[in-house]
């Protein structure tokens, strides 16, 4: 069974147990795949020379110091033991897109070639909103000074490409068509 396919199973088996602590277990799943992202940790935790009883104390370690939910810790700890940890960070993913999905909500990422107004931002998160038909639109930023101007607007994975940098790529190509 594939990594991807693994993480959807553990994040559904999760999601069921958790349903009262949705918000709360999706923070907690982001900040252990954070934790375990730290390169000595996740050299020591996916070397071979590591024996499981090993892996599975760290695993319980950290549990306790980020002070884990029980079905966190029992998560992180049941991964540790099967030589799956490294599919946490996508657990993490799949279980935040079964929370949004739960809350009706949607997550757009907004790139811009300079820093945006809070009028604009607001202005393309209700854009977002219509183009969803989902309540909740949670917005990250980002500035890449390579598009020129413009915005481009990524929601759940559908990119609306409005920079200046992909409107001069079409007059470009449209121009070497002799379309123009």
């Known amino acids: ?12 088996a999760l999601f069921s147990l958790t349903r009262d602590a949705l ?15 730290e ?8 070397s071979p020379a590591v ?38 960070p996508d657990v993490a993913a799949v279980y935040e897109r079964l929370v ?3 809350l009706g909500r949607a997550r757009i990422v907004i790139r811009s070639a300079t820093s945006l107004s809070a009028a604009e931002k607001n202005d393309l998160v209700e854009l977002a909103r219509h183009l969803t038909g989902r309540r909740e639109v949670l917005a990250a930023t980002e500035v890449d000074p390579e598009l020129l101007g413009g915005v481009v607007l990524d929601i759940d ?5 409005g920079s200046l940098r992909a409107q001069l790529a079409r007059l470009s190509k ?3 068509e002799g379309l123009v």
Not at 39 to 46: A, E, F, Q, S, W
């Open 157 to 161: 994975g559908t990119m609306y490409d």
């Open 51 to 88: 024996d499981a009883s090993a892996r599975v104390r760290i695993a319980r370690e950290v549990a306790a110091g980020l002070r884990l939910s029980r079905d966190v810790g029992n998560l992180l700890g049941l991964l540790a033991e099967r030589d799956r940890l490294d599919i946490l």
């Open 39 to 46: 390169p000595r940790l996740k050299l020591v935790l996916r």
């Open 174 to 176: 449209q121009m070497a």
């Open 23 to 37: 918000v709360s277990t999706a923070e907690e799943l982001g900040r252990v795949a954070a934790v375990l992202e």
């Open 100 to 102: 949004d999905d739960a």
């Open 1 to 12: 069974m594939t990594g991807r396919r693994l993480a959807k199973r553990y994040a559904r």
